[in-house]
T-cell receptor, first 115, second 110 residues
Framework: DAGVIQSPRHEVTEMGQEVTLRCKPISGHDYLFWYRQTMMRGLELLIYFNNNVPIDDSGMPEDRFSAKMPNASFSTLKIQPSEPRDSAVYFC?????????????FGPGTRLTVL | QKEVEQNSGPLSVPEGAIASLNCTYSDRGSQSFFWYRQYSGKSPELIMFIYSNGDKEDGRFTAQLNKASQYVSLLIRDSQPSDSATYLCAVKYGGFKTIFGAGTRLFVKA
């Protein structure tokens, strides 16, 4: 398996532009997570899905952020409009239910820079 | 507000020594505990998990859990320069929500 795939790997955009980050989870995994990582705040959970349904979006910082999972093999995280403080590495991770133990497999991340 | 606290470090140990990484968590309802390793510029990868009180050993790694004290630790024996990374403590709450600590940077000097 190719693991979790994210695109793009790097994104540089200007303030006010729309940004769309993409993720393909590992086949057979039924949980998908979006995280944001910065030096100041560490790794923060933004939202997670189970069987394509959003379960907890309490970590989404503002209405400018939205996430969708139209099918089991694809998810997007959109920021509109983007701001410089959104600059971070965004990770997508996937997992499957093993009871108390659920290893999350992380993608390589998207490094977002908003100028 | 559920919290996971770690000393940010850096923790510096000589090659061959034992590295001890610590983590505390705020919610007694926490179910499972994980240690992820993250090399600079890379994504986190799971190295250990534990959900019962006591010790769990896997090769050079030992995870320790004390639910009464809300404390979890990771010991790395015979530390190698390749162990130099940031170690993230993660705590799973109800459902699948997992909260990560800020991480402890470890440097192993050759």
């Amino acid at each position: 398996d190719a693991g979790v795939i994210q695109s793009p790997r790097h994104e540089v955009t200007e303030m006010g532009q729309e940004v769309t980050l993409r993720c393909k989870p590992i086949s057979g995994h039924d949980y998908l997570f979006w995280y944001r990582q910065t030096m100041m705040r560490g790794l923060e959970l933004l939202i997670y899905f189970n069987n394509n349904v959003p379960i907890d979006d309490s970590g989404m910082p503002e209405d400018r952020f939205s996430a969708k999972m139209p099918n089991a093999s694809f998810s997007t995280l959109k920021i509109q409009p983007s701001e410089p403080r959104d600059s971070a590495v965004y990770f997508c991770a996937s997992s499957f239910d093993r009871g108390r133990v659920n290893e999350q497999f992380f993608g390589p991340g998207t490094r977002l820079t908003v100028l | 507000q559920k919290e996971v606290e770690q000393n940010s470090g850096p923790l510096s140990v000589p090659e061959g020594a034992i590295a001890s990484l610590n983590c505390t968590y705020s919610d007694r309802g926490s179910q499972s505990f994980f240690w992820y390793r993250q090399y600079s510029g890379k994504s986190p990868e799971l190295i250990m998990f534990i959900y019962s009180n006591g010790d769990k050993e896997d090769g050079r790694f030992t995870a320790q859990l004390n639910k009464a004290s809300q404390y979890v630790s990771l010991l790395i024996r015979d530390s190698q320069p390749s162990d130099s990374a940031t170690y993230l403590c993660a705590v799973k709450y109800g459902g699948f929500k997992t909260i990560f600590g800020a991480g402890t940077r470890l440097f192993v000097k050759a």
